[in-house]
Structures are given as C-alpha cells and as structure tokens.
C-alpha cells in the first residue's frame, strides 16, 4: 500500500515535468518551464496532504516528555518524522534538553558520554509504516510534533522529514550545525542570530523551502536545483561566483554558510 501511493505521486510529477519540457522544446507553449513544474509539484503536495486531512482518523496517542539536560555542555538531536506537522524552537531556560508534545507517541533514544549527549527522536515503529498512506494520519492534528530545545548549550540538528510542514525557530538557539532531509513538504526556517557560525545543509525532493537569515546575520549561499524556482535577497546576499555571498561575510561576529542540493520546488532566502 506504501509502495503504492508513493509510486503515484512520483509518477505524476514526473509525467507532468516531462510534458511541459517536451512542449516547451517544440515550442509549442512558451511558458516558464521549471516555474510550471515547481507549482504544479506544490499543488500535488497540497493534494497529498488534503487527502490526508479529508479522510483521516483520530487513534493515535499523544506524549508530553522532557529530557533532562544533566551536565551536558553540547548536544545532537535527531528528529524523524515522517509526515504531520513538526515545530521546533527555544524552550525555556532550566534543566531540560528537551520538552515537547507528540503526536502519534515518541520512540526516544539518548546516549550521554562525557558533556556530550546524542538524542535520537522518532515515531514509534507501529506508525511508520502507515505515514505515507493518505486517510492513515491527519496533517495538522494527529502526527503533530511541538519541540523545545535548550537554548543553553551549543546544539547540532539533524532532521529527516517526510510529507508535511516544518516550521523551525532557530533564533535563540545556539546551533552550530543544521541538517535537514525532506521529501514532499513545505519547510520554514528562522536561522540563530548569536551563534557564531552556522552551517545549514539541506536535501529537498520536491519541496518549498524558505529561511530567514536574521538582520545581524551574515550568510554564504550555494544552491543546486536545476528544476527550482530560486529567490534570494540579492540587496542582502549579492550574488557573486557559485552563489551569493553577504559583503561583509569574512569579519561578521555572526555568520551560516548554507547549502543547498533539491529536486523539483522553491527556495525562498531573505
């Protein structure tokens, strides 16, 4: 049933990107080819996810758990999360690593060595398989998580997203590497604005990703896409050899060095 709906969706797009090059090669439209793709793989998206929320059920669980911080002075934590909706941002300043309400119920694993201490964060193996069958989990409501990092100690985030929204506030945390995996969705991220340097790296299919780099922020960018829709800030990020670049990158106090590397969709960086 997985294999299915999956194989579907891929179909479609694929399909779709390669009549609308072929027509655009005969000229026999003279459209913007890879605008056209990019929307019609939104769309597709939406429809994915509306089918979800159309026919969906309410039985899954719902946790509220904390993960003390101890003595930890840097943490990893990995987030895996196949479909719903995931929010992260800045807990509050106390004892916990980690704090937050899950949807769907949470498989956590954590290893401390020293100061450091890795979290692994995913949904509980009897609802993995269901995550990408539309009527099985409802965007939005069931598969919702909402997270709270300690803005306390340096963090690195590594997330592996599926068929959903992801809204990231980064501002006050202190994250010197962000990593990010996604499928068919829709990511929203807010950059650090104190953390020295930051290094983002994200791998999209057919995805809208948007990011915002704060005001007091420097940013290095590379972008690979050659079916996206790209739109940077050129007043703040001035495009220059193999990306764009803010002019005062090398002195900035506070800067992230953010790569790029997608299939079909947008990318929004302001």
Do not use: C
């Not at 010197?176 to 990511?187: E, F």
């Amino acid at each position: 049933m997985d294999r299915k709906w999956g194989g579907l969706f891929w179909s479609i797009l694929l399909i779709v990107a390669g009549v609308v090059f072929l027509l655009d090669s005969l000229e026999i439209i003279t459209v913007n080819a890879w605008g056209l793709v990019s929307a019609t793989a939104l769309i597709l998206v939406g429809l994915w996810l509306l089918l979800g929320g159309i026919t969906a059920r309410d039985d899954v669980e719902q946790a509220d758990i904390s993960i003390p911080l101890d003595s930890a002075s840097r943490a990893t934590v990995r987030f895996h999360h196949g479909a719903g909706q995931l929010q992260v941002n800045a807990g509050t300043v106390g004892g916990d690593l980690i704090t937050g309400s899950f949807g769907g119920g949470l498989d956590e694993r954590v290893r401390r060595v020293g100061g450091e201490v890795e979290a692994d964060l995913r949904v509980p193996k009897n609802l993995s398989s269901r995550l990408l069958v539309p009527g099985l989990w409802r965007w939005g409501r069931t598969l919702d998580w909402t997270v709270g990092l300690s803005p306390e100690i340096p963090l690195a985030l590594e997330f592996e997203t599926g068929a959903g929204k992801t809204e990231l506030d980064l501002t006050k945390l202190l994250v010197s590497d962000l990593r990010v995996q996604t499928g068919a969705s829709s990511t929203q991220i807010t950059l650090p604005e104190n953390a020295g340097l930051t290094q983002v790296k994200i791998g999209a299919g057919a995805a809208e990703i948007g990011i915002r780099v704060p005001e007091t922020v420097a940013a290095s960018i590379r972008i690979a896409g050659a079916l996206s829709d790209i739109q940077v800030d050129e007043d703040r990020f001035p495009r220059m050899s193999g990306g764009y670049q803010s002019a005062d990158y090398e002195t900035a106090p506070n800067r992230t060095e953010i790569t790029i590397e997608m299939g079909v969709g947008s990318v929004r960086i302001r």
